[in-house]
């Protein structure tokens, strides 16, 4: 499978460590250039928080709600984001390199140039989200929720997918042959125009109730 060129994070080679302060962020706060390493990030609640040109390493986020924050040119490597509340998010130009990111709820955001790469992505919420050029790349997805979302140049290169749902996106021209799965949530209708493998065609054979005969 052919991996698509998205547009990178534009991160200046050289940049300052920074710290996020101890006390809770607040509404429309913004941090710009600099790399937050090593830490835990626990019990912050803000709305519409926005963070430019920022690299997080090895950070574990618990107990964070920031509905509508704003990534932009951003990667998070080998960072623990599970069940993370990032609901209406608008994320541009972002990484998430070796991460964890069970549970993480992405609700109605919209989210452009992103590269999810050997994430474990598994009950990843990402219902009614707007995608557009996107890579999962070597990520598990196991029951993961893309209920009703629209997926526009997005690209699933050897994934696991298994009980994912896709109930109400059409997956016309999305390429899901290099991924492993035994059942998913979608309908016939949706699955139109989706690029499979010969393999998987008898799963989804299975799934419509359907036989095929050797």
Same mark, same amino acid.
């Given at each position: 499978? !052919?991996?698509?060129?998205?547009?990178?994070?534009?991160?200046?080679?050289?940049?300052?460590?920074?710290?996020?302060?101890?006390?809770?962020?607040?509404?429309? #706060?913004?941090?710009? &250039?600099?790399?937050?390493?090593?830490?835990?990030? #626990?019990?912050? !609640?803000?709305?519409?928080?926005?963070? #430019?040109?920022?690299?997080?390493?090895?950070?574990?986020?618990?107990?964070?709600?920031?509905?509508?924050?704003?990534?932009?040119?951003?990667?998070?490597?080998?960072?623990?984001?599970?069940?993370? #509340?990032?609901?209406?998010? &608008? $994320?541009?130009?972002?990484?998430?390199?070796?991460?964890?990111?069970?549970? $993480?709820?992405? &609700?109605?955001?919209?989210?452009?140039?992103?590269?999810?790469?050997?994430?474990?992505?598994?009950?990843?919420?990402?219902?009614?989200?707007?995608?557009?050029?996107?890579?999962?790349?070597?990520?598990?997805?196991?029951?993961?929720? @893309?209920?009703?979302?629209?997926?526009?140049?997005?690209?699933?290169?050897?994934?696991?997918?298994?009980?994912?749902? @896709? &109930?109400?996106?059409?997956?016309?021209?999305?390429?899901? !042959?290099?991924?492993?799965?035994?059942?998913?949530?979608?309908?016939?209708?949706?699955?139109?125009?989706?690029?499979?493998?010969?393999?998987?065609?008898?799963?989804?054979?299975?799934?419509?109730?359907?036989?095929?005969?050797?």
């Amino acid at each position: 499978m !052919s991996i698509p060129k998205i547009e990178t994070p534009k991160i200046p080679k050289e940049i300052p460590a920074i710290t996020l302060p101890n006390e809770e962020m607040q509404p429309e #706060d913004s941090f710009h &250039t600099g790399l937050i390493s090593d830490c835990i990030i #626990d019990n912050q !609640s803000a709305y519409k928080v926005a963070f #430019d040109k920022v690299i997080f390493r090895n950070i574990t986020f618990t107990r964070i709600s920031m509905k509508d924050i704003e990534l932009t040119d951003v990667i998070f490597e080998k960072c623990d984001l599970s069940n993370v #509340d990032f609901g209406e998010a &608008t $994320i541009h130009r972002t990484e998430f390199r070796n991460c964890k990111i069970m549970g $993480i709820d992405l &609700t109605e955001a919209t989210v452009r140039n992103v590269l999810f790469h050997t994430c474990l992505a598994d009950y990843a919420t990402f219902r009614m989200a707007n995608f557009k050029q996107i890579v999962f790349q070597e990520c598990s997805l196991l029951n993961a929720d @893309f209920y009703e979302s629209a997926l526009q140049k997005v690209y699933f290169d050897n994934c696991q997918l298994d009980r994912a749902q @896709f &109930t109400g996106v059409k997956l016309a021209g999305i390429d899901i !042959s290099s991924c492993e799965f035994t059942s998913l949530g979608v309908s016939i209708e949706d699955l139109r125009g989706c690029i499979i493998s010969r393999g998987q065609a008898s799963v989804f054979a299975s799934l419509f109730g359907l036989i095929l005969k050797e």
